[in-house]
T-cell receptor, first 109, second 118 residues
Framework: DAKTTQPPSMDCAEGRAANLPCNHSTISGNEYVYWYRQIHSQGPQYIIHGLKNNETNEMASLIITEDRKSSTLILPHATLRDTAVYYCIVRNAGNMLTFGGGTRLMVKP | GAVVSQHPSWVICKSGTSVKIECRSLDFQATTMFWYRQFPKQSLMLMATSNEGSKATYEQGVEKDKFLINHASLTLSTLTVTSAHPEDSSFYIC??????????????FGPGTRLTVL
């Protein structure tokens, strides 16, 4: 699986949009981009995933660049409960999820 | 999304004893279950992958005789930490992949089990 690079930490003001970047320059054509988050002392929670097109659901939006070498997870109106570690993962459909360091997002009042 | 449960949510045991952790997929059948371990302020590390009815595949550096995995049914996998020592204290998280598959083969995660070995 391709590796990903994420900033180790980010701050965001409550109510503002949180934009979390991820680089995956070695992604191959059949690998998806997944985002999970882990709130302290809980299991990872699925957020969103995509292949080529931008995706949106009730939790977030995923913007994937045209060359697919990077993506951005957008939480449109961050709340204090969005404070968590966010993991960007790329993988084939048949492979397990391999976690990197993630980005620790701190939403501040 | 699909629900995965773990039991117990936390456990404290004495050094040298064995501890069993259960992982259940509550509303779907899981052909494959994964066990991860997470130390404080670190990321999740995959320990092993188990397929129903087969022996588990362990990642490099994980002792199969110490971490016994049983995946006897499509809804239950167990991890037994044998002869636990303080260095085994960690957050253990299971994950299940749906039998339904599809193009994404989603993995769903349990809430984790915090093991403390005294």
């Amino acid at each position: 699986d391709a590796k990903t690079t994420q900033p180790p930490s980010m701050d965001c003001a409550e109510g503002r949009a949180a934009n979390l970047p991820c680089n995956h320059s070695t992604i191959s054509g059949n690998e998806y981009v997944y985002w999970y988050r882990q709130i302290h002392s809980q299991g990872p929670q699925y957020i969103i995933h995509g292949l080529k097109n931008n995706e949106t659901n009730e939790m977030a939006s995923l913007i994937i660049t045209e060359d697919r070498k990077s993506s951005t997870l957008i939480l449109p109106h961050a709340t204090l409960r969005d404070t968590a570690v966010y993991y960007c993962i790329v993988r084939n459909a048949g492979n397990m999820l391999t976690f990197g360091g993630g980005t620790r997002l701190m939403v501040k009042p | 999304g699909a629900v995965v449960s773990q039991h117990p949510s936390w456990v404290i045991c004495k050094s040298g004893t064995s501890v069993k952790i259960e992982c259940r997929s509550l509303d779907f059948q899981a052909t494959t279950m994964f066990w991860y371990r997470q130390f404080p302020k670190q990321s999740l590390m995959l320990m092993a992958t188990s397929n129903e009815g087969s022996k588990a595949t362990y990642e490099q550096g994980v002792e199969k005789d110490k971490f016994l995995i049983n995946h006897a049914s499509l809804t239950l996998s167990t991890l037994t930490v044998t002869s636990a020592h303080p260095e085994d204290s960690s957050f253990y998280i299971c994950s299940a992949r749906s039998l339904a598959g599809g193009p994404y083969n989603e993995q769903f995660f349990g809430p984790g089990t915090r093991l403390t070995v005294l």
